[in-house]
């Protein structure tokens, strides 16, 4: 059951970031809710970005992945045995299937682990960030927590496949934003509140560190 693939999930994941050595903590904001259901949006800088920020919470977090991911050989049957929510290829049906997979996900209990940027981050800042996820929050009234992990992007980056072991990882868990009772018409500002609740933390990281420019 989930809590079987729930407990699988956070042991794999301290083996791995103890493989690369990573010196690990989270800071949680006291308004998180461990018996709450969240869409947990955070940055998107590396394929071990699921390593970093899930142990930091109790919550069971549901990921949103491509259908064609899940013909990948383990990764694929790993996606399907957590009850991954498939994003078809159809675009046209795309939009309800998730809004429909993530509503069941939430409605058993799991939250949503999502990120608004769409791709892996160039240069260590957050880009830009895709309505879709809070299009689904602002429909489903489910509230978000902004996320902000740093030191992730000096183990391993976009356009390289040098891992640098032994980084010093901190995921910042954000206070909530609340979003039932707002309309369609405040997706944007819902977007902008969650991105500048990352931002903030990503920017005085890269900016202490003398990291790159924008």
């Not at 989270?26 to 018996?35: K, N, T």
């Not at 795309?94 to 996900?105: D, F, H, L, P, S």
């Not at 992007?153 to 707002?182: C, F, N, W």
Request: glycine content about 10%; hydrophobic content about 40%.
């Amino acid at each position: 059951g989930s809590h079987r693939i729930d407990a699988a999930t956070r042991w794999y994941i301290r083996t791995q970031l103890r493989l690369l050595f990573v010196k690990w903590r989270a800071e949680v904001h006291a308004d998180v809710d461990p018996g709450q259901q969240y869409i947990f949006c955070q940055n998107h800088i590396n394929h071990f970005d699921h390593l970093s920020m899930y142990n930091s919470t109790p919550h069971f977090k549901q990921g949103v992945e491509l259908q064609t991911h899940f013909k990948y050989p383990i990764y694929g049957w790993f996606m399907k045995a957590r009850g991954t929510v498939p994003v078809p290829a159809n675009k046209t049906a795309r939009t309800e299937a998730i809004y429909e997979g993530m509503k069941g996900e939430l409605e058993a209990g799991r939250s949503i682990l999502a990120f608004p940027e769409g791709t892996r981050t160039l240069n260590g800042r957050v880009g830009p960030f895709r309505r879709g996820v809070f299009v689904m929050a602002q429909r489903l009234g489910v509230p978000i927590v902004p996320v902000a992990v740093t030191g992730m992007y000096d183990l391993m980056h976009k356009g390289s496949l040098v891992i640098r072991p032994g980084q010093e990882v901190t995921v910042h868990v954000e206070k909530p934003i609340q979003v039932a009772g707002r309309g369609p018409d405040e997706v944007g500002a819902i977007a902008a509140e969650t991105r500048a609740a990352i931002t903030k933390h990503v920017d005085a990281y890269l900016d202490a560190k003398g990291g790159p420019d924008d």
